[in-house]
């Protein structure tokens, strides 16, 4: 069955640094988001994207985070400057939506500390 | 944010019988809930949905309810199975993005 995959599954960065996260997402899948997770809280919604654009976005994906679908497969977040309170799992998930809606299959995270 | 709550952190149930999964939401606007399934390291699964529009929806062993009054949502599990052992999560779609409980932990005894 096809699957949402994310790299790496863990990484290490120093406070003040960037750090990019990819996905690749299921292959016919036109929408794709970004979720995260604070160890003991809920899954929080990032932002969503479609059509080469934002769709929509929380109040949590500020200005230091980014997205962006370089190629025709991948689909990456970057988070500019990395602070302590950014260390979290960090979810992808893509949906079809072309024929109605569908629901959203998520990878197996990547897990960010900031040191 | 508690727009979705799951109130029951954890849950025990023997091999064979039934696991009732709760939810409960506030904002009538959802128009789709789903539950998600989570293995330790790995991504939430997804199980099954329903429509708000519909009241119940079944996949094998799986079953959702949706009662749109009391604004509640339950995913019934029979007959429980060991590899039915995980976090189970609920879900409400809103404008694109899910907006997710704290999740129950289900733990089937053999």
């Known amino acids: 069955e096809p699957e949402v995959t994310q790299t790496p599954s863990h990484q290490v960065t120093q406070m003040g640094q960037e750090v990019i996260l990819r996905c690749v997402p299921i292959s016919n899948h036109l929408y794709f988001y970004w979720y995260r997770q604070i160890l003991g809280q809920k899954v929080e919604f990032l932002v969503s994207f479609y059509n080469n654009e934002i769709s929509e976005k929380s109040e949590i994906f500020d200005d230091q985070f980014s997205v962006e679908r370089p190629d025709g497969s991948n689909f990456t977040l970057k988070i500019r400057s990395t602070k302590l309170e950014d260390s979290a799992m960090y979810f992808c998930?893509?949906?079809?939506?072309?024929?109605?809606?569908?629901?959203?299959?998520f990878g197996d995270g990547t897990r960010l500390s900031i040191l | 944010d508690q727009q979705v709550k799951q109130n029951s952190p954890s849950l025990s149930v023997q091999e064979g019988r039934i696991s009732i999964l709760n939810c409960d939401y506030t904002?009538?606007?959802?128009?789709?809930f789903l539950w998600y399934k989570k293995y330790p390291a790995e991504g939430p699964t997804f199980l099954i949905s329903?429509?708000?529009?519909?009241d119940k929806n079944e996949d094998g062993r799986f079953t959702v309810f949706l009662n749109k009054s009391a604004k509640h949502l339950s995913l019934h599990i029979v007959p429980s199975q060991p590899g039915d052992s995980a976090v189970y999560f609920c879900?409400?779609?809103?404008?694109?993005?899910?907006?997710f409980g704290t999740g129950t932990r289900l733990t089937i005894i053999p």
């Open positions: 879900a409400a779609r809103g404008n694109e993005k899910l907006t």
């Open positions: 998930a893509s949906s079809e939506e072309d024929r109605g809606w569908q629901p959203q299959h």
């Open positions: 904002n009538s606007m959802f128009d789709y």
């Open positions: 329903i429509s708000s529009i519909k």
